[in-house]
């Protein structure tokens, strides 16, 4: 056999098995004399583009929809504070407990129950914070929201929510997903699958973070499920480029950017035709969706360009990252018609472990540096109209105990709480909720509910109501059966809409 | 109360030789062929443990009969059919065990007796028209649509298809648990065994209010929980309608409203509102005109699609629409021109921080049903606004950050429907405002320019105390 033969018959191996890789098993199902095989993937494919009460249009999946019974809200911002702020510091008015404080823990308090740090007999921890009755409705607020007790007429507080996790990250999927394991679709995506957006140049489901660190439940509070990932929460940076890499690099112009996602997406249009893979068309939208991002974001973004008065009012500092500039870029996102944005602002764990963990010096700390943005939120969606359709939830994944933590059973430097689900504080305000109420009854030192319990669930059920869904009816098909964000339970809590 | 209790049993008892004697026909009829022949060896068992099982039913079918209330003609009926099915079912196993031709007759008898008796005991337990209320759909909406609820009587109207669809199963003429009966106005005010259900003009001391507000786990909750619950609409309009006297023959203009009951009354005119499964968005009362108006055709859709312009239905079903100008990349004459086209169906416009001009809203004159309109961050100036004038329902008005002024506000007073108007970042003066604030007094004027005050603590840092170190 000469060089020549050998190298032909190396040739001829070679581009046998290029064949051979591309012939998939998606090939051969295809191609098998029985034409089964592709009825029944064909089958499996459509299975996932069924919703049961909204279908899926993977060529425009972010369209605009109508919901199934008129809501009055038509956004959302959600501030969650991720860590769990003390509810004992802030809207939960216990004098009672003031007069215990420093006495060791009645053990009708312990039994049977399970904290994540507290050993033995921890002591009683009075409030840290002096309340006060503001606004004609007479809520109790702390004295480390001054702003916000101002405009607390707006706001309806949510005064005995429970959760059952007792664990950061499991808690914060339970409040966004509907359970604390991994895997399920979060309210945001939720909400944009069921609505769509109505401004094509913006992600419909936006999400900033801000304390210097992301939710413990990481990116999954944010994730899409096995709804198509298209409605997935889109990250933005506060701080420089809003979303990485968002600029062109250099020697790259507009065009080429535009040639090349052309280019992309015709290949990527054929695998569609070959494969009608529903993700497929998420993938071809979502470049160009990010095309559009590269002109819209930026100047959405910018918060430089607000007037004086407004940063006064929010207290932002244009360039910083953090919760204020956060809070700001929230509005003027739902004003361009984003549906759903996700602020995250981490560290409100007070443990008592260090001074910036302390209930009465951090915690004070944090308290100031949202109290200022978030009351200029509200304000500022009014004066524009906006407060009226626009949804604000705050709230986090649990409270604290009104026990003083006692890790491992010794004494903490500083006065700290523990983790407790029992019950905690919320509140909403705006889109159609009745401001100026309180709803639910804990006993006197904020341990257990007396009346009015709200769950997790009831807390999605009324967002989701508020937009115009029966969170009973609103399904998505997966894996053999429909799934709901509020699982098998969730009431809406009427008592606190308008 | 032994006897109640054992004659509670009879729905455990009576499937089973239903089952069981309808498998011993079964087994019989199929072993006559040569196939199946060695089933006849189940038939003579299977007849024995049927008539042992349907002997019990009917002892604890009579305890049963009377330790409850029941519709005396269809539990006569049920009771004798029944006792003749256990006689019948004994006499087969014996005609069987003798091998007698007759056999065939006496086991379809049987067959016969078991169907017949069956639908008079479901008769009992589920309603008279329980099989056929399916076919018969419009007796289980609780809700009609009333043409003019003003004129319409509470009870016969409103309060009697409630209680028809969701308590007459068991508190009617077929079966009256507990005595009671709820179907005509002289049983309601009689009351059932423990007393009267209704206290005119106190629905806080009304049983019936307080078994249907106890929680669903609370075992003297109505209705049982594992049977539909009613509405919360339809709990507040008993409510109401026993505040008022629990009349059975007066009009609804009769009877004193509050605002939700209003809200509510509403909702059965236009068939809107109270979607009916209790935990829905039901706050439907509501900014839809209460006449749909026709589609939008599907090429005009597309059209203003091709023009960037966002058209969704205001909720799902309604050819009312909202729209939004924000994805139009060059808002001009034409985006208006096309949106006049849909001026039947345009409830909400949304044409904040667009191109929008002064001139364009002229286009907007014949949207008559036009009930929000946001024209934020845009340029437009007194002009613009005076040209909206003819926007007779328009109801809410955004005009932060124009170029609207002082001058301009007054004109704001021709929108007769108009509860808000946001003025935040327009030059507007007090006087404009008070002056609109006088013609229009229900007005809600926001001007905006928040402030919040600047606290020492907006800056500063909570800090440790010094520890003191020895």
């Known amino acids: 056999m000469t060089q020549k033969e050998l190298h032909n018959q190396r040739l001829v191996r070679e581009a046998q098995k290029v064949v051979m890789q591309q012939h998939t098993r998606r090939h051969f199902i295809k191609e098998s004399a029985m034409g089964l095989g592709a009825l029944a993937l064909g089958n499996l494919l459509g299975g996932c583009s069924t919703g049961s009460n909204n279908v899926f249009d993977a060529t425009n999946p972010l369209a605009p929809k109508a919901a199934p019974f008129l809501g009055k809200a038509k956004s959302v911002i959600y501030l969650h504070m991720a860590g769990a702020p003390s509810q004992l510091e802030m809207f939960s008015y216990k004098p009672e407990l003031a007069k215990l404080d420093g006495q060791d823990c ?74 604390p394991r991994l895997g399920r679709p979060s309210m945001g995506s939720w909400v944009t699958y069921g609505l769509g957006t109505e401004n094509k140049n913006l992600p419909g489901f936006v999400v900033l973070t801000s304390g210097g660190n992301n939710p413990d439940a990481g990116k999954s509070v944010w994730g899409s499920g096995f709804l198509p990932s298209v409605y ?31 280019a992309i997406n015709k290949v990527n249009e054929e695998s569609y035709t070959e494969y009608q893979d529903p993700e497929t068309l998420s993938r071809i939208s979502q470049y160009e969706l990010a095309y559009k991002m590269q002109i819209s974001v930026p100047g959405v973004m910018d918060i430089s360009t607000e007037p004086e008065y407004i940063h006064e009012m929010y207290g932002t500092k244009p360039g910083e990252s953090c919760f204020a500039n956060n809070v700001l870029l929230a509005r003027k996102l739902v004003e361009k018609g984003v549906r759903f944005v996700q602020l995250f602002d981490w560290g409100w764990d007070t443990h008592g472990d260090s001074a910036g963990n302390a209930v009465d010096i951090g915690l004070k700390n944090k308290c100031r540096k949202i109290d200022r943005p978030i009351t200029a939120l509200l304000q500022d969606l009014k004066q524009r109209g906006l407060l009226d359709e626009t949804l604000v939830v705050w709230g986090s994944e649990f409270g604290r105990t009104p026990m003083q933590e006692n890790r491992d059973g010794k004494t903490m430097p500083f006065k700290g709480r523990d983790h407790h689900g029992e019950a905690f504080s919320m509140w909403m305000a705006g889109g159609g909720i009745k401001g100026g109420t309180t709803y639910g009854e804990t006993d006197e030192i904020g341990y257990n509910i007396v009346s009015g319990k709200v769950e997790t669930f009831d807390v999605q ?12 009816k609103f399904t998505y098909e997966s894996q053999g059966r429909n799934f709901r964000l509020t699982d098998l339970s969730g009431k809406v809590i009427h008592d606190i809409i308008a | 109360m032994i006897s109640a209790g054992i004659g509670r049993l009879h729905p455990v008892f009576v499937h089973l030789p239903i089952g069981i004697l309808l498998f011993a026909a079964l087994l019989f009829f199929a072993s006559k062929k040569q196939r199946f022949a060695n089933m006849s060896l189940a038939v003579a068992p299977a007849l024995a443990i049927g008539s042992f099982f349907s002997i019990l039913s009917c002892i604890t079918g009579y305890l049963l009969s009377i330790s409850d209330a029941y519709n005396e003609d269809i539990i006569f009926k049920h009771q004798w059919l029944g006792i003749a099915t256990a006689i019948t079912s004994v006499v087969c196993y014996f005609v069987y065990q003798k091998k007698q031709g007759l056999f065939g007759i006496f086991i379809t008898l049987l067959t016969t007796l078991i169907m ?14 329980y099989l056929t209320a399916s076919f018969n759909k419009s007796t289980s909406d609780t809700k009609k649509v009333i043409a003019n609820i003003d004129e319409a009587v509470v009870y016969t109207d409103i309060i009697e298809p409630i209680l028809a669809t969701k308590c007459y199963s068991c508190h009617g003429e077929s079966k009256q648990k507990g005595k009671l009966r709820l179907d005509l106005p002289n049983y309601i005010l009689q009351g059932g065994e423990e007393g009267k259900v209704l206290t005119p003009y106190q629905p806080g001391s009304s049983e019936i209010i307080n078994r249907l507000l ?17 509405t919360k609409d339809e709990v507040d309009l008993l409510h109401w309608w026993i505040e008022s ?30 979607d009916g499964d209790g935990d829905g968005a039901n706050e439907t009362a509501s900014i839809l005109p209460t006449k749909n108006a026709s589609p939008i055709a599907a090429d005009l859709l597309a059209q203003l699609n091709k023009e960037g312009i966002v058209v969704v239905p205001v909720v799902s079903g309604s050819n009312y629409v909202r729209a939004n100008l924000i994805g139009v990349e060059n808002v001009s004459a034409q985006t208006f021109q096309l949106l006049s086209k849909i001026s039947d169906q345009l409830l909400q416009l949304t044409a904040s921080f667009t191109a929008v001009k002064d001139e364009h809203l002229l286009a907007l004159s014949n949207c008559k049903q036009l009930k929000q309109l946001e ?26 950050q124009t170029k609207v002024t002082a001058d301009g506000i007054g004109n704001v007073s021709a929108l007769k429907k108009l509860k808000k108007v946001y003025l935040y970042g327009t030059s507007f003066t007090n006087a404009a405002v008070a002056g609109l604030k006088q013609k229009m007094p229900g007005l809600l004027i926001d001007t905006g320019g928040y402030k919040l005050p600047v606290l020492a603590t907006d800056t500063t840092e909570a800090k440790a105390p010094e520890v003191k170190t020895n």
């Open chain 1, 106 to 179: 009645p053990p009708s308090l312990l039994n049977g129950k399970k904290f994540a740090f507290i050993r033995g007999v921890p002591k009683m921890l009075g409030p840290q914070a002096s309340f006060n009755r503001y606004g004609e409705s007479g809520i109790w607020v702390s004295e480390n929201l001054p702003h916000l007790s101002t405009v607390i007429d707006d706001v309806a507080v949510l005064q005995a929510v429970t959760t059952d996790q007792f664990n950061h990250a499991p808690a914060q999927l339970l409040m966004h997903t509907g359970t």
């Open chain 1, 232 to 262: 997935q929460g889109v990250q933005c940076r506060s701080e420089g480029d809003p979303v990485l890499f968002i600029k062109d690099p250099a020697g790259m112009d507009r065009d080429i950017r535009k040639a090349s996602i052309d």
């Open chain 1, 461 to 472: 059920a009324t967002i989701l109501n508020q937009l115009g869904f029966d969170h009973e």
């Open chain 2, 116 to 129: 017949v008796t069956g639908h008079y005991g479901g008769s009992l337990t589920h309603g008279a028209d």
């Open chain 2, 214 to 230: 106890l929680p669903t786990s609370n075992e003297e909750h109505m209705p049982p929980k594992e049977k539909p619950q009613l």
């Open chain 2, 245 to 274: 006297g629990a009349n059975f023959t007066a009009a609804v203009k009769n009877t004193k409203q509050t605002a939700a009951i209003k809200g509510l009354l509403a909702s059965f005119s236009n068939g809107a509102g109270g």
């Open chain 2, 375 to 400: 024209l934020n961050g845009t340029t437009i100036t007194n002009k613009g606004l005076a040209s909206l004038a003819a926007l007779e329902n328009l109801e809410s008005l955004s005009i932060t």
